[in-house]
């Protein structure tokens, strides 16, 4: 089974902080995506990236900014939180050529 | 841009009925996906449909596809409780996957 794991369930930061959320996929996946979840909105693709070391803007990618340094993690970075970033961000993943992906559980954040 | 869009926005039904419900979409696709997503988690994957078939099943799950309504709908048949959840169509155009906005099915004892 394809595992995506994402590293905190629940966050609570302050505004101005720097948040970083990490994926992991433990199945030589090529492709990463990151999403926020918002009620009315569904999802919304913030970044992605097709191979280590790259990166190619979502649809809202104002606010954050993404790193993937190994293959199999992709991490999320939000430079300076502001409160309209509460969110769930969901991280997903999937093989070169295939359409189907493999989300994570989910990372409900709160900015104070 | 909005591509798939979920018809209705919510639906509840008694166990042991059947659940129908329906995504439009705008542009060609290449195929379309639904998902589940229950309550606080993550998306699960459950069946795709190529843009050259007209209907697909995978157990209790039947979808049909309509590219020249742009349409397809996902039924669930001998509904269960475990079947409440969010339901969401995705479609891909060759760019990327867009998700619409979820259709919330609550079953009912």
């Known amino acids: 089974d394809v595992k995506v794991t994402q590293s905190s369930r629940y966050l609570v930061k302050r505004t101005g902080e720097k948040v970083f959320l990490e994926c992991v996929q433990d199945?030589?996946?090529?492709?990463m995506f990151w999403y926020r979840q918002d009620p009315g909105l569904g999802l919304r693709l913030i970044y992605f990236s097709y191979d280590v070391k790259m990166k190619e803007k979502g649809d809202i990618p104002e606010g954050y900014s993404v790193s993937r340094e190994k293959k199999e993690r992709f991490s999320l970075i939000l430079e300076s939180a502001s409160t309209n970033q509460t969110s769930m961000y969901l991280c997903?993943?999937?093989?070169?050529?295939?359409?189907?992906?493999?989300f994570g559980p989910g990372t409900r954040l709160l900015v104070l | 841009s909005q591509q798939g869009e979920e018809d209705p926005q919510a639906l509840s039904i008694q166990e042991g009925e059947n659940a129908t419900m329906n995504c439009s979409y705008k542009?060609?696709?290449?195929?379309l996906q639904w998902y589940r997503q229950n309550s606080g988690r993550g998306l699960v994957h459950l069946i795709l449909?190529?843009?050259?078939?007209r209907e697909k099943h995978s157990g209790r799950l039947r979808v049909t596809l309509d590219t020249s309504k742009k349409s397809s709908s996902l039924l669930i048949t001998a509904s269960r409780a475990a079947d409440t959840a969010s339901y969401f169509c995705?479609?891909?155009?060759?760019?990327?996957?867009?998700f619409g906005k979820g259709t919330r099915l609550h079953i009912l004892p």
């Open positions: 199945m030589d996946h090529e492709n």
């Open positions: 449909i190529r843009s050259n078939e």
């Open positions: 542009t060609s696709i290449n195929n």
């Open positions: 995705a479609t891909d155009a060759g760019d990327k996957i867009i």
């Open positions: 997903a993943s999937t093989p070169l050529g295939e359409e189907t992906q493999y």
